[in-house]
């Protein structure tokens, strides 16, 4: 399951295109669940690329700075050490 919350978006549809047309101040949030495929690997000499679908065949991608791809995997072996979720 997919979902998108568009805050305060404003879009134009012209000759085919989508273009914004709203204000900068605008912030979306997007969740993937049941996620059944997940790809990690590297984006450009920089960063790290997580992608993730699920089974409907809906997508996610992540582009991490190494800093921030460490992080992500230290608090999942810290998961795997002390909670629940990996019992």
Known sequence: MFTLDLAEFMFELKDGAIKHVG???TS?????Y???????REFGDE?????FEDDE???VEVALFPEAAAEVARGIEALEDDG???E
């Open 47 to 51: 960063r790290v690329k997580l992608a």
């Open 84 to 86: 629940r979720v990996f």
């Open 28 to 32: 979306a949030t997007a969740k993937l």
């Open 34 to 40: 049941d996620v059944e495929g997940v790809e990690v």
């Open 23 to 25: 204000p900068s101040n």
């Open 57 to 59: 065949g809906n997508e």
